[in-house]
């Protein structure tokens, strides 16, 4: 294991250095709430009520490009597809409660999601076993979630066949011409226990033999959106992002 890996893993997540680290910022704002109040006298601007955000003060928007990316791309998806009706198990909450503005959505996870919102349907299900019929669901997305499973993260059972699993679900359920939509970590393969597993895009290819590949993109380590590509460009990734579409054929 690198020293950046166990930086990630080991040390992070009990003790942040980048909070410690936004501690040498403190002077300036200290400076700049004095500077404040004396530019405005006349406001309500009171020491208990501070609230410092000491590591926002960057050269460029930060963003996430996994759940970025996945999000513009199903998006795109979804605007040339034209489902009557789209399913999503799991993924990104902030993306389905945007797409349901313009695409009638249902919402499954393990975890309920307890909202009303217009558009947005919200049940509660596993992906290892979904309430739906055989060959029944038009448009199906799983973004960044059957890589979680079985690994008891949010409170689902321990399953070293999860991932595969919620794969064979995904597939049943979808009806001839229908589409999946699925996102996974692509690179060395391994499992991150209790967090992730990392995939070749070859073995996701292969956990839905009755599915046909139309599309494979990849954000690659560096962050960058790479959009139908070969499978073969994720071979040196160590934590990318595989963005695979596929088809039911009749």
């Known amino acids: 294991m690198s020293l950046r890996n166990l930086a990630r893993q080991w040390v992070i997540p009990f ?6 680290w936004a501690l040498t910022r403190l002077p300036r704002f200290l400076a700049e709430f004095r500077q404040f109040r004396r530019l405005a006298p006349r406001q309500n601007v009171r020491f208990a009520d501070l609230y410092p955000c000491l590591d926002d003060r960057v050269a460029s928007t930060p963003f996430d490009p996994h759940y970025f990316y996945q999000a513009a791309w199903l998006a795109r998806r979804l605007a040339a597809s034209k489902p009557t009706q789209h399913t999503d198990v799991g993924s990104s909450v902030n993306m389905v409660a945007v797409l349901s ?7 499954l996870d393990y975890r309920p999601l307890r909202t009303e919102l217009s558009g947005l349907e919200c049940i509660a299900g596993s992906a290892t076993a979904l309430p739906f019929a055989d060959d029944s669901v038009e448009s199906l997305s799983c973004l960044h979630v059957i890589e979680h499973i079985g690994l ?8 070293p066949q999860g991932s595969a699993t919620a794969c064979t679900e995904l597939q049943r359920s979808v009806k001839r011409d229908g589409r999946l939509y699925l996102s996974v970590p692509v ?6 226990f209790n967090a992730h597993r990392v995939f070749a895009p070859a073995s996701i290819v292969a956990l839905f033999p009755k599915l046909r590949l139309v ?11 790479h959009q139908n590509v070969a499978l073969e460009r994720a071979q040196s990734a160590e934590y990318g992002c595989g963005l695979f579409e596929f088809v039911k054929d009749t």
């Open 15 to 20: 003790f942040d250095p980048r909070r410690i």
């Open 101 to 107: 503005a313009h695409q009638p959505m249902t919402f």
């Open 152 to 159: 008891a993260r949010y409170g689902d059972p321990l399953d």
């Open 187 to 192: 690179g060395r393969e391994r499992v991150c």
């Open 215 to 225: 599309e494979f993109s990849l954000v690659d380590d560096a962050g960058e959106f």
